[in-house]
């Protein structure tokens, strides 16, 4: 298995994790020996792992278990990084994704999740599938 698939199964998680708003999983997916940070839509950084999970703590707190799903619409390695850039579709709310993977022994794990709104659908090219709310 090459590591893009890696990424790719690790992205899932991420996604995995909070569409079942599991924040034991979404710990899971954040890197431990690496710093992290994170960009909601519309809110500051969030730096340091504590703060980060701390911030999806609350997310789900004031969530219910919803329609989270994602396409890739690009994913690469780039000196050492896993860069997946995806559409996501978040109750129905389109928006774009840059999450960043490093390796941490035989896992890759999430170091950095930057998320904003997008005005309408993504467009896709035909044999592609945009994300849909459930």
């Not at 698939?5 to 979404?26: K, Q, T």
């Not at 707190?61 to 799903?69: D, F, L, Q, R």
């Not at 978040?90 to 035989?106: P, Y």
Request: aromatic share 8%; charged share 20%; net charge negative.
């Amino acid at each position: 298995m090459s590591d893009l698939d890696l990424i790719g199964f690790a992205n899932e998680a991420f996604y995995r994790a909070f569409a079942s708003l599991d924040l034991e999983l979404m710990a899971d997916v954040w890197a431990r020996e690496t710093e992290v940070r994170c960009l909601h839509p519309g809110a500051h950084p969030i730096l340091g792992r504590d703060q980060v999970l701390a911030s999806w703590r609350e997310i789900f707190a004031n969530s219910e278990s919803g329609s989270i799903s994602f396409h890739v619409r690009e994913a690469a390695m780039a000196g050492g990084l896993g860069i997946v850039c995806c559409f996501e579709a978040v109750n129905g709310h389109f928006g774009i994704a840059t999450n960043l993977f490093v390796r941490e022994g035989s896992l890759w794990r999430m170091i950095h999740h930057q998320a904003g709104p997008l005005a309408n659908p993504p467009k896709l090219q035909a044999e592609e599938a945009p994300p849909r709310p459930n």
